[in-house]
């Protein structure tokens, strides 16, 4: 089983640049969110979405922008890379009733920006 | 707005023996959950443990099982027989009926063989 696939796993960028970071699930779960880690941090909500169609900020949605005209996919995007994105970004997903469901996550995107 | 803290940022323990990682959490909610994520070097974020406010009875996973203080806001988490398999990051987490997670920033768990 799939589970939740993220690409790329690694990217450099450099300042300025725009670039978007793919989620997706095969899991047919309603709930999908994005995370980042930056080092010796805990995970923070960047954008959650509780359906297609449907997508909500989170602790630090700044820079960033998403969409979800499907089930299966989530993406993220980065307009104008700043070396403050650099960091590691997990999409994890939930079924139905969001987090009284347990989150299945990616293996993660390490992004730099130079 | 929620916190979730862990106060032990590095941990060690004997293979074999048990180890109990701390979390305590602010929030004004009533109905809420809360997690212990592990991430070993893989990165991979592993469900260890969860808890429904609402129930008394503490979680128990095989090995692991938490003290769940409510009034005291603490959700400490128990290795027993720590195993080398156990050594990761673990990661205390609180999520709200907004379906929102807020992670601490982590304890690091060495297993000494």
């Known amino acids: 089983n799939a589970g939740v696939t993220q690409t790329p796993k690694f990217r450099i960028l450099k300042i300025g640049q725009s670039m978007t970071l793919q989620c997706t699930q095969d899991m047919n779960h309603n709930y999908m969110y994005w995370y980042r880690q930056d080092p010796g941090m805990g995970l923070k909500l960047i954008y959650y979405s509780v359906g297609a169609g449907i997508t909500d900020k989170g602790e630090v949605p700044n820079g960033y922008n998403v969409s979800r005209s499907t089930t299966e996919d989530f993406p993220l995007r980065l307009e104008l890379a700043a070396p403050s994105q650099t960091s590691v970004y997990f999409c994890?997903?939930?079924?139905?009733?969001?987090?009284?469901?347990?989150?299945?996550f990616g293996d993660g995107t390490r992004l730099s920006i130079l | 707005a929620q916190t979730v803290t862990q106060s032990q940022p590095e941990m060690s323990v004997q293979e074999a023996e048990t180890v109990t990682l701390s979390c305590t959490y602010d929030t004004s909610e009533s109905d809420y959950y809360l997690f212990w994520y592990k991430q070993p070097p893989s990165r991979q974020m592993i469900l260890v443990i969860r808890q429904e406010a609402y129930k008394q009875q503490n979680a128990t996973e095989n090995r692991f099982s938490v003290n769940f203080q409510k009034a005291a806001k603490s959700f400490s988490l128990k290795i027993s027989d720590s195993q080398l398999g156990d050594a990761a990051m673990y990661f205390c987490a609180y999520g709200n009926r907004d379906d929102k997670i807020i992670f601490g920033k982590g304890t690091r768990l060495h297993i000494l063989p």
């Open positions: 994890a997903s939930s079924d139905r009733g969001g987090l009284r469901q347990p989150q299945h």
